[in-house]
């Protein structure tokens, strides 16, 4: 809340602001992007090497550039704290503020904050910012303790108040594509935000040089080509997509032509298509309802048309969802059922082997074990013994535990979720495999054009 907070209430002040987000999440970076006005961008000490990230950082900083992390400060995978916030905030050169939540504290706020300061001196903890206090004379408690045994400047002092929260499910927050009053709840936060942070002793805080010109540059790994056009969902149902993918795909010489899988009865005018995750299951009844576009779309895929689908999108294209006591009949190009569970089947980051049956043309660079990630709550049943797949999981579960990315004539559909980083040309890989489904397809002589 406090991020979200303070993106909308230094946009509210006409700043540019951009956000990022620790690790691989899809749900939180679509809140604070739509409180910045501009896409978040993830960045992932375990998927991305540290040049990525300075990279990516370097980029797409602005004049205000906030990062929200993710656990607490020293929290993560590695005893060393290699994968932490705070590994990312030195990897950076960023200064922390640091946001408790001060429920029931009063004295002992002050050994907190001095062990986060001593527990790595290198860390900069420039500022505090109080969260779910009880009341002005709470707060007043608060800031005489700080300022008696500490040096770090209290920003702001946020009060409870159940107006700020959102709706959270499995997964976290409920999307913001989901929520009918995402922008006036933004707008909400950014009021309460801006009322009880000191913006301007956060942004003299805050200062700092900008980062060097990238280390790396963004190289395609194949040469681009004629253009193609790719349908995406982009609805209530399917809304997570990173940024940077988004952008891979232009760069690789995609259009982009968004669908809506709820409302619109039609495939647009396309060469490819693609699926992002999301929560289908919890619009099934609309998606079954839309049977003109599931049947468009099995045809299309039954056809050969390319198309590669993540996670819920996977769900979507099955033959059905087991949901909450109900079943709902999906686009059947995949044969298979979904089941939803009460607890997550797979969770956390993958590792993938690519095998010799993936679909996409390969780049002429060493093969690396693909690094990703997963978090689903259903499983894929009842596939045929000769169910062909694309990966194997060396960590994570996937599909069956042991294999991932579903091949259907050209479809490619996985539980895990690829980014466009590192050694993963996931991106570049589709459209190049779009571009050429598109060229075998084409009339090869005049006699076929006029046919």
Known sequence: MVSIGLCAALAARGHAVQPFKKGPDYIDPMWLGQAAGRPCRNLDLYLMEDDDIVATFARHASEVSLVEGNKGLYDGLALDGSNSN???????????????????????????????????????????????????????????????????????????????????????????????VATSKIKQIGEAIAEQVDLDKLLALSKKEPLPAPRT?????????????????????????????LDALEAAGAELVPFDALRDAHLPEVDGLYIGGGFPETCAAELEANVSLRSQIRQAIASGMPAYAEC?????????????????????????????????????????KEDEAHPWPRPDVPAKQIKAHEFHYSSLENLPMDTRFAYHVERGYGIDGERDGLIVNNLLASYTHLRTIGSCYWATRFVAFVRRCKEQQAPTSITEKAL
């Open 312 to 352: 819920g999108g996977l769900m979507y294209l099955s033959r059905g969802i087991a949901y909450e006591g109900r079943s709902y009949e999906m686009v059947g190009a995949i044969p298979g059922d979904v089941k939803m569970h009460a607890k997550p089947i797979g969770r956390g980051y993958v590792h993938l």
């Open 217 to 245: 540059a963004e190289v395609l790994p194949m040469p681009c080509g004629e253009k193609v056009k790719i349908a995406i969902a982009r609805d209530r149902s399917f809304g997570f997509y990173y940024a940077d993918d």
């Open 86 to 180: 705070a590994a990312l905030a030195k990897l950076l050169d960023l200064p922390v503020m640091l946001v408790i939540d001060a429920r029931g504290m009063t004295r002992g706020i002050a050994p907190l904050i001095l062990g986060y300061q001593a527990f790595d001196r290198d860390i900069n903890i420039a500022g505090v910012i109080l969260n779910n206090l009880g009341g002005s004379r709470h707060e007043s408690k608060l800031r005489a303790v700080i300022e008696h045994y500490t040096d770090v400047p209290v920003v702001g002092a946020i009060h409870h108040d159940e107006r700020l929260s959102i709706v959270e499910r499995h997964l976290g927050l409920m999307p913001s594509n989901e929520s009918h």
